[in-house]
C-alpha cells in the first residue's frame, strides 16, 4: 500500500471531475430514456447524495474501482462508470512550470519515507526556499492521491500569484485569504530615503517630483542644487502634496548648495548653519527618543588639504550630541580605489568614530563610489543605485527603520460652512420667522440678553442651513492630464531599454523623453494656474494667492495641532506678560505722573444713538476680518444687513445708552503665527500672537471710535506729533517732518542728534486703572461714555486656536485688544502725558504708536548740548517705569547727522549711551544716515526689487499681462514709491539705481530686449520715471496740506505767498519761498523743495477743485516733461 502510494502525485481533481460529470449525464440519458430531464429531488434525495464524495475518495485511481454505493442511493445513479481515463497533461515551458516539477519529484521521495507531511519541507530545499510559502498546495483543487488528506497550510499566507485558476470565468472565491493585519506599534517606522546630486535643480523640478512619488520616499537629500539665495520658486515645482523642504543655497559664488525634501509629517528641526570652508553642511534634526540628526554634505574637489580635519571637527561634535546619525552627500572621494589616499584616511577616519559607510556600487557614470550614506547608530539597507538618467550622479535608494520618532497628524482639517446665495436666502426666510422680530429687538433686553439672543438664535439657523463640516486638505497635483501620464510612461520605456541594452543612443532617447516630460508637466501647470486667474480677475486676492503660493512653496508650522499644544501656547503669551508685570512694583499703579496733565475743560459723557444709514456706511468700508467663533460669517453682514440690521442695531445702541459691552464681544482668539519662514517651527518664541475679535464688537467699536476721535479733534485733544493709526497720518507723513527737521537743522550749521527708542510689548502692558484715569481726567470722558471704556476694558479674555482645536480661556488683567478698533487710539491717549515731558526740555519728537524718535541739535559745545536730552531721557524712563511700560534698551539707537566732532569726542560727550551709536539705523522701514546720501536705503530698495522681479519671471508664463502688471506694481512700483518723497534732491548716481529697477520692469512686462531704448517703453507703459514720481509725491503732499488733508505738522511747513502790495500773481495760490545755505542740505528739506516745486506748475493745476482732478492734470504735465521730444 505503500509503495503504491509512493507512485502517486498531487493531481488536479477540477478538471478530472468535468469529465466524469459530462459522461455521467450521458449514461443516465441512456439508462433512463423514460425519466424527464427536468427532474426533481427532494431535500432527504439531495442528503442521500452527501456520502458519495467520502466513499469515493480513498480508492486508487487507475487501478480500481469505485467502492460500492449504499443500498440509499437511487437506482438511477447507481450507473457509473467502472474507471476514469486519465490523459497525460502537457507540460508547458514558463509559467513556473520547472517549479511544480521540483517539488512534486521532492513530494514523491518524501511521503514514501514519511507518515506526515507539511508545506515547510519545502524551505529546507535551497532550490525551492524561496517558494515556499507560494499558494501552490493551497487551492482547493489540488488534492493529494494518498491516505494523508490535505497538507498542513499554513494560517496567513502572504500575498502573492495563485498558479491554479479556475476553469469558468468569473470571480474566484478560492483565491481570497485572510490579510496579515498592520502592526498596532507605532513604535517603529520605516523612511524611505534616497540621496541625488542634482547639477541644477531648477531644470529637474518635476522629474525629482516623478521620483519621489514613484518611489514613495520619505526622504530625498539634494546636493548641487545650484540654486540662488532666497530662490524659493523651483520648490513649488518639485514639492509634491504634504512634503516640506529646507534649501540651504552657497551664500558666495556659483554652485554648491543643499537641499533636503521631506514628508511634512515628520517633526523635525533645522540646526544653525556650521561654516567649514571645505565644504558645506546642512543639519537636520528629527524629534524623537532619542533624536535623530540627519546631515547632507557636499565637498568641492578641489578642497583635498583641509577637508579631513574640519569633517573629524565635524563628526566629533555629533558623536558626543547624538545616539543616532544619518550623513549623507556628495563627498567628491574614489572610496572604490583602495590606493587613493585620500579615500584611505577618510575610511579610516569614519571607521575610527564608528561609523558605517554602506555604499559599496558606482554612483557615478565613470564607475566610482562618491555619493556615500554614512550612519552612526542606525541600520541601513540600500535598495537600489541605478541610473536614471537625471544627472551624472546616481539616486541611491535606502530604508532604515528607526525607532520612537515623533510623526504629525496625517493632516490640516478645518470646519467649514457651504455659503452661497442660497444658503444666504434660507437665512433671510429663518430669520424672518425667528423670535428676534423688530418688536422683540426694540424690548426691554439688556445689551447682554440681546446679544445672547442673537447669537443664539443664528447659531440654530446657521446650523441648519449651512451645517459646518469637517474639511481635509487636498492632497492633489490638479494639473497632471492624459499627455504628461504618457510622457511619463514613455520615460519608463526608455529607462527599461537604456538599462537592458546600455547603448549611448538609448541613454539620448532617455534624456530626451525627460526633457519632454519635464516642459510638459511646466506648461500644464502654467495653464492651470493660469485658468485658475482668468476665472477670478475680478478678485485681485486670488491673484496674490496664486502668486504667493508658487514663490514661497510649503511653509511648515505645527500640524499636529491639539488642545494640549493650544495650552502650552496660552501658558507662553499668558507668562510672558505677567513676567514683564513683575519687574514693576505695583505700588506704581497710585503714583501720580511726574508731569501732570492738565484738566480737560470739556467733557464727553453721552453717545449718540447710531442711524441705519450710518451702520450700513461703517459697514460697508469695515475691512472684512472677524474671529474664528464668529457667530455669523462676514458676508452675512452685507448681504443680509436689511434683515439682520435693525437687530444690530437695537443691541449698539442699548450697549451705548447702558455704558454696558455685552460679555461675547471681549473674548479674543488668537492664532500663533511665524515671524519669519527660516526660524525654528518648535520654539514657542518664534510666533507672533494675532488676536481676532468678533466681527459684530469692531462695529460698535467703529461707531465708537467715530464719536471718540470727533470729541478729541474738536478739542485738540490728541496729540499733534503722534501718526500712528490716524487718519491722513502714515510712517511717510512723519518721516517726511522728522526728514525735514533734520536738513533743516544741518543746513543751519548744527550737527543734530537722533534717538530711537523701542518700548517691549507696549500695548500689552498698558495698565487700566491708569487708562481709565487718564480717559477721565486727561480727555474728560464721564457719565455713560466713562462707564462704557470701563466695560470694555473689565473682565476680557482670550484662548488659541490652531485649525480645530483651542485652548482653555485665561483672563486679560491689562493690555488694550489687539486687534481691535479701539486698541491704537486708546494707547495714544495712554502716551499723552509723554509729550510734556519733551516739550519740558525743548527736545523735538514724534511717535508713531510705539516707536518713538526724539532730536536735538548738539552746538559747538557737544557736551552742554547733550544734558538736555540725557535729563530727558532720564525722566522719560521714570515715566515708563510708573505707567508699567518698559524701554527696550538693546534696541536703543543713535546716530548724529552732520557732526563735525571727532568720533572720540563725540563718544565721550555721549557717555553710556556711546554703545548705542550707529551710522546707519533704521527708521520707520527706511535706512537713515548721517551724510543724508540714503545709500543704504537705495541699496535695500535695488536689491528687494530685483529679487521681487526674478521672482515674478517665473510666474510669467501663467499671468496674463494685465494681471502681470497688478503685480510688478504691487511688489516693485510700491518699494520705489515708499517714501520716496525723502530721495528728493538725491545724487543723479543713487536715482539712476532706482531707475534701472522700472527699466526692467518695464522691459519683463513687455518683453523688450536689452539693446532697445527704453523711453518709448515707459511712454507707451504711461510710466513716470523714477524723478518724476518723487515731484509728483511731493506735489500731492502740498495740494493735500493746501485744502486741509494733510497734518498739521506739515502743513506748519508750507505759508501762502502774500505779496506787499497787490499784484496779479496774488490769486495764483503760490507759496512762500525760503532760502537755504546748502544745496545738498537745505535745498532737499520739505519745505524749501515743495513751494519752488509748486509755483513752477500751471495755474489750472494748482487751482484743481478736487484731489482726482489734481492727480489727473499733474501726472499728464509730468508726463509731458519727461517724453516730449521738443
Known amino acids: 500500500m505503500v509503495g503504491r502510494a509512493s507512485k502517486m502525485a498531487p493531481v488536479f481533481t477540477a478538471s478530472r471531475l468535468l469529465r466524469c460529470c459530462l459522461l455521467f449525464v450521458v449514461l443516465l440519458s441512456m439508462c433512463c430514456p423514460d425519466v424527464s430531464t427536468l427532474l426533481a429531488y427532494d431535500r432527504q434525495t439531495l442528503l442521500n447524495l452527501r456520502p458519495l464524495d467520502y466513499q469515493t475518495q480513498d480508492f486508487k485511481w487507475r487501478s480500481e474501482n469505485p467502492p460500492p454505493l449504499s443500498k440509499d442511493f437511487p437506482d438511477y445513479l447507481r450507473h457509473l462508470p467502472s474507471t476514469f481515463s486519465q490523459r497525460r497533461r502537457s507540460r508547458r515551458r514558463g509559467k513556473r512550470g520547472g517549479i ?48 494523508y488528506g490535505y497538507l498542513d497550510l499554513p494560517a496567513d499566507l502572504p500575498p502573492g500569484r495563485c498558479w491554479v485558476r479556475s476553469s469558468r470565468g468569473g470571480a474566484n472565491l478560492g483565491n481570497l485569504r485572510l490579510l496579515r493585519r498592520s502592526s498596532t506599534s507605532d513604535s517603529v517606522t520605516t523612511l524611505r530615503m534616497a540621496l541625488l546630486n542634482t547639477r541644477s535643480l531648477a531644470n529637474k523640478t518635476f522629474i525629482l517630483n516623478d521620483l519621489i512619488l514613484s518611489s514613495g520616499l520619505d526622504f530625498l537629500f539634494l546636493t548641487e542644487t545650484w540654486l540662488r539665495p532666497g530662490e524659493l520658486f523651483p520648490f513649488s515645482e518639485l514639492l509634491p502634496p504634504d512634503y516640506a ?17 521631506f514628508k511634512d509629517k515628520l517633526r523635525y528641526r533645522q540646526l544653525p548653519p556650521v561654516l567649514y570652508p571645505s565644504f558645506e553642511v546642512q543639519l537636520l534634526e528629527l524629534n524623537g527618543v532619542p533624536s535623530i540628526l540627519c546631515a547632507v554634505v557636499y565637498r568641492p574637489p578641489k578642497h583635498i588639504k583641509d577637508f579631513l580635519p574640519e569633517f573629524a571637527d565635524l563628526l566629533g561634535s555629533l558623536v558626543l550630541r547624538y545616539d543616532r546619525i544619518l550623513l549623507v552627500g556628495d563627498f567628491n572621494i574614489h572610496v572604490c580605489c583602495e590606493d587613493n589616499s585620500l579615500a584611505k584616511d577618510f575610511l579610516a577616519l569614519i571607521s575610527t568614530l564608528n561609523f558605517t559607510q554602506w555604499v559599496s556600487e558606482p554612483t557615478h557614470t565613470k564607475g566610482h563610489i562618491l555619493d556615500l550614506v554614512l550612519s552612526y547608530g542606525l541600520d541601513i539597507c540600500i535598495t537600489d543605485i541605478k541610473d536614471s538618467g537625471i544627472s551624472d550622479h546616481f539616486p541611491v535608494l535606502f530604508n532604515t527603520v528607526v525607532s520612537d520618532v515623533d510623526l504629525n497628524s496625517d493632516g490640516p482639517v478645518r470646519q467649514t460652512r457651504t455659503i452661497n446665495s442660497e444658503s444666504v436666502a434660507h437665512f433671510i426666510d429663518a430669520f424672518l420667522d425667528s423670535p428676534l422680530s423688530d418688536a422683540n429687538c426694540n424690548g426691554v433686553l439688556s445689551a447682554d440678553g440681546l446679544a445672547n439672543l442673537f447669537y443664539t438664535t443664528c447659531a440654530d439657523i446657521l446650523n441648519s442651513v449651512a451645517p459646518p463640516r469637517i474639511k481635509r486638505a487636498k492632497s492633489s497635483q490638479p494639473w497632471l492630464n492624459d499627455t504628461t501620464r504618457a510622457l511619463r510612461r514613455e520615460c519608463r520605456r526608455a529607462e527599461r531599454k537604456w538599462r537592458k541594452d546600455k547603448l549611448h543612443v538609448s541613454l539620448d532617447i532617455l534624456h530626451n523623453c525627460l526633457s519632454k516630460y519635464q516642459k510638459s508637466v511646466k506648461a500644464a501647470k502654467s495653464a492651470f494656474l493660469s485658468s485658475i486667474i482668468m476665472t477670478n480677475s475680478h478678485n485681485p486676492r486670488a491673484l496674490f494667492n496664486t502668486f504667493n503660493s508658487v514663490i514661497n512653496p510649503c511653509t ?45 475743560l470739556t467733557v464727553f459723557q453721552q453717545f449718540q444713538p447710531v442711524s441705519y444709514s450710518a451702520l450700513k456706511d461703517i459697514i460697508d468700508h469695515l475691512k472684512i476680518s ?12 452685507k448681504e443680509a444687513l436689511y434683515i439682520i440690521g435693525p437687530c444690530i442695531l437695537s443691541l449698539l445702541n442699548a450697549s451705548l445708552s447702558s455704558g454696558c459691552v455685552p460679555s461675547v464681544f471681549k473674548h479674543a482668539v488668537v492664532q500663533p503665527i511665524m515671524k519669519k519662514k527660516n526660524l525654528d517651527p518648535n520654539c514657542l518664541a518664534n510666533y507672533r500672537p494675532i488676536s481676532k475679535l468678533p466681527f459684530i464688537s469692531k462695529i460698535l467699536e467703529k461707531v465708537v471710535l467715530k464719536q471718540l476721535q470727533a470729541f478729541l479733534d474738536a478739542n485738540g485733544i490728541n496729540e499733534k506729533f503722534q501718526s500712528g493709526f490716524k487718519p491722513r497720518h502714515s510712517t511717510e507723513t512723519a518721516l517726511l517732518r522728522v526728514f525735514n527737521d533734520l536738513l533743516l537743522t544741518v543746513d543751519s550749521g548744527y550737527s543734530v542728534v537722533l534717538v530711537l527708542l523701542d518700548l517691549t510689548a507696549a500695548f500689552d502692558m498698558v495698565n487700566h486703572n491708569i487708562l481709565l484715569s487718564r480717559l477721565e481726567h486727561v480727555v474728560g470722558l464721564k457719565g455713560t461714555v466713562l462707564s462704557w471704556f470701563k466695560s470694555y476694558l473689565s473682565e476680557r479674555s482670550f484662548s488659541v486656536a490652531m485649525g480645530q482645536h483651542s485652548s482653555a480661556s485665561a483672563p486679560i488683567h491689562c493690555g488694550v485688544p489687539q486687534g481691535s478698533v479701539l486698541g491704537p487710539a486708546l494707547f495714544s491717549l495712554y502716551m499723552l502725558p509723554l509729550g510734556l515731558i519733551f516739550r519740558k526740555y525743548n527736545i523735538s519728537f514724534h511717535c508713531y504708536a510705539d516707536d518713538i524718535q526724539i532730536y536735538s541739535p548738539l552746538k559747538s559745545d557737544v557736551s552742554a548740548s547733550l544734558q538736555p536730552l540725557f535729563n530727558c531721557l532720564h525722566e522719560v524712563k521714570i515715566w515708563l517705569s510708573h505707567n508699567f511700560l518698559t524701554l527696550n534698551e538693546n534696541k536703543t539707537e543713535i546716530i548724529v547727522f552732520g557732526s563735525h566732532t571727532p568720533l572720540d569726542q563725540l563718544t565721550d560727550a555721549l557717555g553710556p549711551l556711546a554703545s548705542h551709536l550707529s551710522p546707519t539705523v533704521r527708521n520707520l522701514g527706511v535706512f537713515l544716515d548721517g551724510s543724508f546720501k540714503l545709500e543704504k536705503q537705495v541699496s ?37 514709491d515708499y517714501c520716496n518723497s525723502l530721495y528728493s534732491g538725491l545724487q543723479h548716481s543713487s536715482l539712476y ?109 494748482r487751482m484743481a477743485e478736487s484731489i482726482q482732478s489734481f492727480r489727473s492734470r499733474l501726472k499728464t504735465y509730468l508726463f509731458t516733461l519727461a517724453f516730449d521730444s521738443n
Request: a positive charge; glycine letters at 2%; one cysteine or more.
Open 556 to 600: 511648515v508650522t505645527f500640524r499636529d495641532a491639539s488642545p494640549a499644544l493650544c495650552d502650552k501656547f496660552l501658558k507662553y503669551f499668558s507668562d510672558k506678560i505677567s513676567a514683564l508685570r513683575a519687574s514693576h512694583p505695583s505700588h506704581f499703579s497710585s503714583v501720580l505722573d511726574p508731569v501732570p496733565a492738565a484738566e480737560c
Open 993 to 1101: 539705481r532706482l531707475q534701472l529697477i522700472q527699466n526692467a520692469a518695464a522691459r519683463l512686462l513687455t518683453g523688450t530686449r536689452i539693446h532697445e531704448h527704453i523711453t518709448p517703453i515707459l511712454a507707451k507703459l504711461h510710466w513716470l520715471p523714477v524723478k518724476y514720481r518723487i515731484d509728483f509725491k511731493i506735489l500731492l503732499f502740498t495740494f493735500q496740506i493746501l485744502n486741509n488733508l494733510a497734518p498739521t505738522y506739515l502743513s506748519d511747513l508750507l505759508h501762502l505767498y502774500n505779496p506787499n502790495r497787490a499784484l496779479r500773481s496774488s490769486n495764483h495760490l503760490l507759496l512762500a519761498q525760503p532760502r537755504s545755505r546748502m544745496k545738498s542740505r537745505g535745498d532737499r528739506a520739505f519745505a524749501i523743495m515743495a513751494p519752488r516745486l509748486w509755483n513752477n506748475l500751471p495755474v489750472h493745476i
Open 940 to 976: 535695500t530698495v535695488v536689491k528687494n526689487s530685483f529679487y521681487q522681479l526674478r521672482q515674478i519671471s517665473k510666474a510669467k508664463s501663467f499671468l496674463p499681462l494685465k494681471e502681470l502688471e497688478k503685480l510688478v506694481h504691487a511688489f516693485i512700483t510700491s518699494r520705489l
Open 245 to 261: 523642504f529646507i534649501s540651504s543655497p552657497r551664500t558666495t559664488g556659483r554652485g554648491g548648495g543643499l537641499a533636503s525634501v
Open 626 to 637: 472677524g474671529s474664528p467663533h464668529d457667530i455669523l460669517p462676514s458676508r452675512f453682514f
Open 100 to 147: 511544480r516539477v521540483r517539488i512534486k519529484a521532492f513530494l514523491k521521495s518524501y511521503v514514501a519515507t514519511n507518515d506526515r507531511y507539511s508545506i515547510n519541507i519545502l524551505s529546507s530545499i535551497p532550490a525551492l526556499r524561496d517558494h515556499a510559502n507560494l499558494r501552490l498546495f493551497c487551492h482547493r483543487w489540488i488534492r493529494p492521491v494518498g491516505p
